[in-house]
């Protein structure tokens, strides 16, 4: 009777464990699997008697924002084939809660109620000009590469037929969007992991009749103490991070960033140093993040008044959510940087929400890849994109990437001169088929410019950059040159004396216009705070001192 009953129990419990294992491909899969089922929004097949109706349908999310408020368009259709098309979604009607899903689960698939209407005439036109907007730097990239010698006539018609392209795939209908929903998938991978753990602990149990009693307590606590050990400082780091705004969070860096390992890590590429820092704190996870840093910007240097030394920054990206980081690893100065979380897929155009568990997990690893920043010694920098061939040293030095040099030099130099000589010590490499320069200040009121040309690092004594070399020579204003240097250098002056109100709306002067930049921020070198703007909106601004994040 024993035999059969423990029988029994070890196909009961292996039925359990294979419960465990079809939750957690449900949360790998699930959403897949049930969108073969989902009825779909057949923008092919839309008649006047559509219009007007309530309609629920499903949708893959993949959206363009354009510069009309509070509407988006929603790509329709096979992403791998050339059956889609784009429909205007309207989602002013959304509750802020549902506007949240809808922006963050960018590649998801969601459940979405509303009522379709005909464009008019005038819509559909002022649609169009916001995509071709949308679109016009990467087509005017295009047609005006140098390698490919077009014709002022030829880039016309380009540009014609590309515009063209892009009509062709909108079609004459807004969906207005007065609910969400989704059912999210993913704590079914951590519930099936448990539920197969605990029933393959409880099956050895069973064929080798251990004592449940003494095994499933010891076996549980080593579950939860071992990854409280593993992640502690991880965990700690999580519980810092504070919503301070509408896409902006602070976070306190308790990992104790291991800036000497990155430095040592040999890393040539954003790959390679994503690698590395997965492996450093998430022990050999493997990368998932997407490599994006085509970034624009501005900066400069100035002087209050009174002496404050200011550091000014644009950051120029599609829309992302931002992170501010309080840092102080062991042996190194204190920094307060901004970071772009689209960079490790949160945010509204991205996957995770900024405001997952998931999401915070991710933020953990945000510290090494700050793009702008200041520490306690007053030393500010910032990385700037050049529209230029990558660059790629080989002097025999220690290989770097130049995405690592921002949290190295605030970590370890206390001067424009020291941060030099850190660069200077290694090859660096840029990577994604363009190059980037450095602005880097200090509150001495040094202020350099730091490029590579011809596989030689050059340093030049300027006080604003954009995104075009700003070193003399053959180099000169190569890039992607534009009005807003010189606009900066007429605003800042001969001496440079401009107040924080001042050095703000000289970013808000020379801010991308097409709802492209993200950030504006205005370091105090001498009181060690920031002012930050989002989204070019420069009527309100988020103030923090380092103390505030400590």
Not at 53 to 66: E, G, Q, R, S
Not at 79 to 105: H, M, T
Not at 117 to 139: G, M, N, P, Q
Request: glycine share 8%.
């Amino acid at each position: 009777m024993g035999k059969k009953r423990n029988k029994k129990a070890i196909i009961i419990t292996a039925a359990v464990m294979l419960t465990g294992i079809l939750l957690v491909l449900a949360g790998f899969f699930g959403d897949l699997f049930l969108g073969l089922f989902r009825k779909k929004l057949d923008y092919r097949n839309i008649t006047p008697e559509d219009l007007g109706k309530d309609i629920t349908a499903d949708i893959l999310v993949y959206y363009d924002n354009i510069d009309l408020e509070d509407k988006t368009l929603q790509f329709l259709g096979n992403i791998n084939s050339d059956d889609n098309a784009y429909i205007l979604f309207d989602v002013s009607g959304l509750s802020e809660s549902d506007k949240n899903l809808y922006y963050s689960v960018r590649g998801h698939s969601l459940t979405v109620h509303g009522r379709l209407r005909a464009v008019d005439e005038k819509e559909f036109d002022e649609v169009k000009e916001s995509l071709y907007r949308l679109f016009d730097e990467f087509i005017l990239e295009h047609v005006n590469d140098p390698a490919k010698n077009y014709t002022q006539e030829e880039k016309d018609d380009l540009i014609i037929k590309s515009h063209q392209m892009l009509s062709d795939r909108l079609i004459p209908y807004c969906f207005e969007v007065s609910s969400v929903s989704s059912f999210d998938w993913t704590p079914c991978i951590p519930a099936g992991a448990v539920i197969f753990l605990v029933s393959l602990i409880v099956e050895i149990c069973h064929v080798f009749k251990l004592k449940k009693k003494i095994v499933l307590p010891v076996v549980f606590g080593l579950m939860i103490i071992v990854p409280l050990i593993m992640f502690f400082d991880h965990i700690r780091t999580m519980m810092t991070v504070k919503k301070a705004g509408d896409g902006l969070y602070t976070m306190k860096n308790l990992e104790c960033t291991d800036t000497q390992g990155m430095l040592d890590s040999g890393a040539r590429s954003v790959n390679e140093l994503l690698e590395w820092i997965l492996g450093r704190h998430f022990y050999g996870a493997p990368n998932i993040f997407e490599e994006n840093f085509d970034i624009g910007c501005a900066a400069f240097a100035a002087v209050t008044p009174d002496g404050s030394h200011l550091f000014g920054r644009n950051f120029d990206f599609p829309e992302t959510d931002t992170i501010l980081i309080y840092s102080h690893p062991d042996g190194c100065y204190e920094s307060i940087g901004m970071a772009d979380l689209g960079v490790f897929g949160i945010g509204p155009a991205s996957t995770i929400s900024s405001d997952s568990a998931q999401g915070r997990v991710v933020m953990v690893l945000t510290p090494y890849v700050i793009v702008d920043g200041i520490n306690e010694k007053g030393l500010g920098a910032g990385i700037l994109q050049l529209s230029l061939d990558e660059t790629h040293q080989d002097n025999g030095k220690p290989d770097l990437p130049v995405f690592c040099v921002i949290r190295a030099i605030l970590d370890k130099c206390a001067s424009v001169d020291e941060a030099l000589e850190l660069i200077g010590s290694y090859d660096i490499h840029s990577d994604l088929e363009t190059d980037y320069h450095l602005f880097i200040t200090d509150r001495s009121g040094r202020y350099v410019v730091v490029e590579w040309l011809d596989g030689e690092m050059t340093v030049t004594e300027h006080p604003c950059c954009t995104n075009s070399i700003v070193a003399p020579g053959k180099y000169h204003d190569m890039g992607d040159p534009d009005d807003r240097l010189p606009a900066m250098e007429t605003c800042l002056g001969t001496d440079l004396i401009i107040t924080k109100e001042e050095a703000m709306a000289i970013l808000d002067n020379v801010h991308n216009k097409d709802d492209y930049t993200e950030w504006s921020c205005v370091y105090d070198l001498d009181d060690f705070s920031v002012s930050i703007c989002l989204d070019a909106d420069y009527g309100k601004v988020y103030t923090f001192r380092a103390e505030d994040l400590k």
